[in-house]
């Protein structure tokens, strides 16, 4: 019930268009969905997050799609470009519980 | 602020041999925690603390010891190294416990015990 599935395991996608990555989780507590971006060498940092009170949050190029019912949540990247090229991890944390649960990662590359 | 680091960058051990990895942050965060990154495994959480003198164990805690005698340091501490540790190590900082709080993390240490 503490998992975080994620897929796909990797991806590309000509530059230009819209990379979708999607993660399902099981525990209805969940209230925190954060996705992170990391470049080969660097660690880990906060890309966009939602609560589960919004369906959907758009930040520039990217948007989170959430789906309560489903108990589905998707990272979209709009007019791909070759600098997005990273791996990508959903992740899941519930009210005073701070621990975050890490999907496996997503290794997007972009083609230019 | 330098934000969170991580020391060193690389290291290679022999099993058997002992080692502390270095963690520290500037941005006085209460909560602080050990990662290590395996190739199609995510990030797997070793230990944390969320408070200086409170530690406990995450996911993977065995082989690894940890203190946080201040606010701003963490060390992880490899007791006798094993091929099985051989992994990007990541410490990373959050400004409290709370829930939907972003966490900050390190450059990463490569580790591989031979």
């Known amino acids: 019930q503490q998992q975080v599935k994620q897929s796909p395991q990797s991806l590309i996608v000509q530059k230009g268009g819209i990379s979708i990555i999607n993660c399902a989780y099981e525990?209805?507590?969940?209230?925190?969905f954060p996705w992170y971006q990391q470049f080969p060498g660097k660690g880990p940092a906060l890309l966009i997050a939602?609560?589960?009170d919004v369906s959907e949050k758009k930040e520039g190029r990217f948007t989170i799609s959430f789906n309560k019912s489903a108990k589905q949540f998707s990272l979209h990247i709009m007019d791909s470009q070759p600098g997005d090229s990273a791996t990508y991890f959903c992740a899941a944390s519930k009210g005073s519980n701070y621990q975050l649960i890490w999907g496996a990662g997503t290794k997007l590359i972009i083609k230019p | 602020n330098a934000g969170v680091t991580q020391t060193p960058k690389f290291q290679v051990l022999k099993t058997g041999q002992s080692m502390t990895l270095q963690c520290a942050q500037d941005m006085n965060h209460e909560y602080m925690s050990w990662y290590r990154q395996d190739p199609g495994m995510g990030l797997r959480l070793i230990h944390y603390?969320?408070?200086?003198?409170?530690?406990d164990q995450g996911e993977v805690p065995n082989g690894y010891n940890v203190s946080r005698s201040t606010t701003e340091d963490f060390p992880l501490r490899l007791l006798s190294a094993a091929p099985s540790q051989t992994s990007v190590y990541f410490c990373a900082s959050s400004y409290s416990v709370a829930s939907g709080n972003e966490q900050f993390f390190g450059p990463g240490t490569r580790l591989t015990v031979l």
């Open positions: 939602i609560r589960p």
């Open positions: 603390s969320v408070g200086a003198g409170i530690t």
């Open positions: 525990n209805t507590a969940f209230d925190y």
